[in-house]
């Protein structure tokens, strides 16, 4: 929903909330500079020279990432003039290929390359100009023993991986000898590549939607399925099923679900029938349906891929088994049902259980009401009682991970009164506050590596006169990749507070505190260690003007808080009179 009035907009289904930009940096990914940038490009706007961004470091940034795009692109290139040479590799390549049955028509609209050795592409991409920083920065090569640029890739078939807009972001290879490595292989993390946002065959999505809007078909398309492996997506489309895409062997994320989204509220799984199978179907059913997505199950036989299905039984049985796909609720319940002797009351009762949890995450009754004839029909339980139940059970809606693969949960931010006080610092200058003013912070020490770069960018900003802000420090941080703590003081919520100028002075010295600290810390330890006397006299003269300094803070602190409590109590003597007037 879209409010005209306050130029906001609001997601029912996964709640997100906000502006223009942060609806485009949301839907896109983008960062906020790159967000605005769009936004000014659709309406033929020139960007805006803001003062708050540093122009060089967005210049420096954009022209690398251009240097890294072309040279994925040639690498692309490169790879897929190899496959169709006459090396070795390129036999070798060749043999794999036919002997999947796939057709030339559809290794050339995936751009199916293959890589010859360690060394030819490296020799080649230097050639074209790019610097071993840019080469090793793109993921395409790197390092080998004696330090040469050696091919990521060696001896794989390769799968150029294509972003929505038609740009190589990276590749995924796989091994075609030795039984030695992992057989697939992607591009690690870089600027431009990440393995749990990248969805294969999405370029082809936006070509199928413009193939139907230029015949006047604004329905999106009907649905998109989802397969496990580059070359299931591949079969797939060779045999006319053009809307299938995977991810690269990770689970699916939320943000998997928001980029499917743009391009259809519908979508079939069709994963594996083994246990691992199994178990990405269940997650991504609730991954998908928490993005406000449609989605259904297509069960293929124990021990067939979709490529294997579909050279064995071909299209027809295919797109059976695609309509008659079942809904993601009801395949939850069903595996429940499997997992449990039903015939068993004690049993029986924890599949109802179970399945009524199932239930609870859905978001209105009725469309809970309108599974409970599943649950009745495997339990015989009443279908008034089980709406009953129903009501009374509570389950704990923990958010969904964007994390790619599964793993143990992260431990919560573990936060002293120190990281609170640093927090509070650097969101009070960046949301630029007037209690800020004149204060000095030239001396003041982070120790989380996020904020470390921030208070960088603070200083910087001042030293030329510019207002830092939370939209220039977008400019030159890489906020959505860096710490926690950061993330927090980016999306800060202040509450209210009568004397903010004292709080912040307070946390000033908190910051000076804790730094002193830790140099006394460490004039302790030498001197206890020190072998000799003079070295330990020294450590010890140390420790003594560091307790000094804290003393001073202590004193300095102190006199704050009762600044802070007079006037608090003044102001609520105020307000007692005032009411007492009227």
Known sequence: MVYSETQSHHCFGCKESGDVIQFVRK???????????ALANSVNMPMPQ??????????????????????????AKFYYSCYRGKTGQALIAREYTDKRKLENTT??????????????????LTKCGYSPAIIEASGMCSRGKNGELIDFFAKRLMFPIIDKDGAVIGFSGRLLESKEAAKYKNTSATSVFNKSEVIFGINLLKKLREE???????SGIERIIIVEGQIDVMMMHQFGFTSTVACLGTALTPIHARRLKQFSENIVLLLDGDSAGQKATMRSIDVLRKGGINV???????????????RTYGKEEMQKLLDNAVEGISVKINALAENYQLTEPSECAHFVQESLKVLKELDTESEQDSYLSIIHSFSSTPIEVLRLDLKKLKVDKTPLRDEIEESEPTAPIKKDGYTLADQFILASILNHKSYTDGVDISDLQFFDDGLKKCYQYILDARSKNIVPTVGGLFSVVDVENSTALLKEVVNYEFVPDPFPELSFASCVLRNRERAIKKQKDEAQKKCSTATDTLARDMAMKTVIQLTKKLEELKTQFEEYQTQYSTKRLSLSKQKQKKHKDN
């Open 212 to 218: 139907k809007r230029e015949k006047n078909d604004y």
């Open 107 to 124: 290794l050339v609209r995936f751009g199916v390359g293959c890589s010859p050795d360690f060394l030819s592409l490296p020799n080649h």
């Open 27 to 37: 839907y896109d990914n983008l960062s906020f500079v790159d967000a605005v940038e």
């Open 50 to 75: 803001k003062e708050d961004c540093d122009l060089a470091e967005i210049e420096k940034r954009k022209k690398e990432r251009a240097q890294i795009l072309a040279c994925l692109k040639e690498s």
């Open 296 to 310: 259904t199950v297509a069960k293929l036989p124990t021990g067939l891929d979709p490529d294997e299905f579909l």
